[in-house]
């Protein structure tokens, strides 16, 4: 199954990717996650994309679309794999449907209200990517990671500026994409605004 998973920032992309992924054995691939490595270790990606990210702007489509290309060559693909945050412009679809067959896309529904209030509490582990919130999926120790220990901090674009300059990015820009994946019969919405354990049985029931 090669799948996409589309919704606004905050959705839930990353945390239903991440069970989805372990449970079918299937890479999750976060083009958000590979930026992020990138800036961590200071490479050349790294330099380029560090302020575009922390302002919630878009990195330049022709750069994203490689970047995939070359992720989706590698052997752990095989049986199918979660794309987590791409594509995110009509350009972006064009190129990938191009070189690769996309069996589904699921549509995380979400309102703003919620979407500011999940990013505003969202922690992530520094050393194994793990996402918590403080209020809905708090970790047992505070500020520490329940699967590796690490130190949990709070992403640079999660301010509330840079929250809704990717909202507003969204809905310009990756929202057409609903009604292009639409028209080739391929999109299923799921509610998102509910638990993760419901979230995960819908797209189960969709993805069988
Ligand atoms: P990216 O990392 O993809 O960020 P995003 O799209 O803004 O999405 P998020 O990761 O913020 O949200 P999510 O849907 O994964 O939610 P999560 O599961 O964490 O991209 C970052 C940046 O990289 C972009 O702004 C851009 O600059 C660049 N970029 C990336 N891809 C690009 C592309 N293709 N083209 C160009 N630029 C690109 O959940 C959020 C919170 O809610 C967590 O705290 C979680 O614990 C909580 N939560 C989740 N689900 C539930 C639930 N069901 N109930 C209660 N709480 C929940
Ligand atoms: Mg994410």
Not at 73 to 77: W, Y
Not at 85 to 89: I, Q, V, W
Not at 192 to 195: E, G, I, N, Y
């Given at each position: 199954m090669n799948l996409i998973f589309l919704g606004a920032?905050?959705?839930g992309k990353g945390t239903l990717a991440t069970q989805l992924g372990k449970e079918y054995e299937i890479p999750q691939i976060s083009t958000g996650d590979i930026f992020r490595s990138a800036v961590k270790e200071g490479s050349e990606l790294g330099r380029k994309v560090q302020g575009i990210m922390e302002k919630g702007e878009l990195v330049p489509d022709a750069l994203t679309v490689e970047l995939v290309k070359e992720r989706l060559?590698?052997?752990?693909?095989q049986n199918g794999y979660i794309l987590d945050?791409?594509?995110?412009?009509i350009a972006q679809a064009d190129a990938l449907a191009a070189f690769q067959k996309i069996d589904m896309v699921i549509n995380f529904k979400i309102s703003d209200d919620v979407v500011i209030r999940r990013l505003s509490g969202r922690r992530v582990c520094r050393s194994c990517g793990a996402i918590y919130h403080v209020e809905n999926m708090p970790p047992?120790?505070?500020?520490?990671?329940?699967?590796?220990?690490g130190e949990l901090y709070t992403r640079d674009d999660d301010t509330i500026e840079s929250i809704k300059n990717r909202l507003r990015v969204y809905k310009e820009q990756t929202e057409p994409l609903i009604a292009y994946y639409s028209g080739e019969g391929l999109l299923r919405d799921i509610d998102?605004?509910?638990?993760p354990e419901h979230s995960l049985a819908q797209i189960k029931s969709l993805v069988k």
């Open positions: 920032p905050g959705a060559t590698l052997q752990d693909v945050g791409f594509p995110r412009t047992k120790v505070e500020g520490k990671c329940d699967k590796c220990g998102s605004a509910t638990s």
